[in-house]
T-cell receptor, first 110, second 111 residues
Framework: GIQVEQSPPDLILQEGANSTLRCNFS?????LQWFHQNPWGQLINLFY???GTKQNGRLSATTVATERYSLLYISSSQTTDSGVYFC????????????FGAGTRLAVHP | DGGITQSPKYLFRKEGQNVTLSCEQN?????MYWYRQDPGQGLRLIYY???????QKGDIAEGYSVSREKKESFPLTVTSAQKNPTAFYLC??????????FGQGTRLTVV
């Protein structure tokens, strides 16, 4: 069936470390987004990236649509990066149905 | 202010009662969505809508109902048929086929 899988499920880092989060999806997509959920539950848009590479400060993302995966890179991590990172996709022919992965829970320690 | 507004922020409901969660957007977005999130879990799609007077069931629609009478409003009713309604509810909107944006959520507790 249609699936969005994120890895790793949990990640613990020391402040200043780099990390890579992965999102695999089971079919071709029209839309892919990365979100950060803060401790208050708010979902913050990080990237809208159905294909290609984008960068925003210490964060960057790459989607390789033909190979059905996306990567989120966090460099020089800070304690404020802690929270849950979600990947969400709209599958082609999916009538704009936005489906979320289970998330990666990140804890950055000082 | 432009944005997506969910109200109330916290809601308490007695067992057996229906309750309606509000979601309003003034961004002229066509698409609107409702998600449910349980503690430590991901987001599950309840209902979504592309245009006024049209909406589709998501993965967990049982016990919920919606309406889309106006482009800017997409209220969610949690009915007494929903057996475990305590959860965090998130509404989103976006231009058709592109980026979605979220409101701040409503925490519903059954007492």
């Amino acid at each position: 069936g249609i699936q969005v899988e994120q890895s790793p499920p949990d990640l613990i880092l020391q402040e200043g470390a780099n990390s890579t989060l992965r999102c695999n999806f089971s079919d071709s997509v029209n839309n892919l987004q990365w979100f950060h959920q803060n401790p208050w539950g708010q979902l913050i848009n990080l990237f809208y990236i159905p294909s290609g590479t984008k960068q925003n400060g210490r964060l960057s993302a790459t989607t390789v649509a033909t190979e059905r995966y996306s990567l989120l890179y966090i460099s020089s991590s800070q304690t404020t990066d802690s929270g849950v990172y979600f990947c969400a996709v709209v599958f082609s022919g999916g009538y704009n149905k936005l489906i979320f992965g289970a998330g990666t829970r990140l804890a950055v320690h000082p | 202010d432009g944005g997506i507004t969910q109200s109330p922020k916290y809601l308490f409901r007695k067992e057996g009662q229906n309750v309606t969660l509000s979601c309003e957007q003034n961004l002229n977005h066509d698409a609107m969505y409702w998600y449910r999130q349980d503690p430590g879990q991901g987001l599950r799609l309840i209902y979504y809508s592309q245009i006024v007077n049209d909406f589709q069931k998501g993965d967990i629609a049982e016990g919920y109902s919606v309406s889309r009478e106006k482009k800017e409003s997409f209220p969610l009713t949690v009915t007494s048929a929903q057996k475990n309604p305590t959860a965090f509810y998130l509404c989103a909107s976006g231009p058709w086929g592109t980026e979605a944006f979220f409101g701040q959520g409503t925490r519903l507790t059954v007492v």
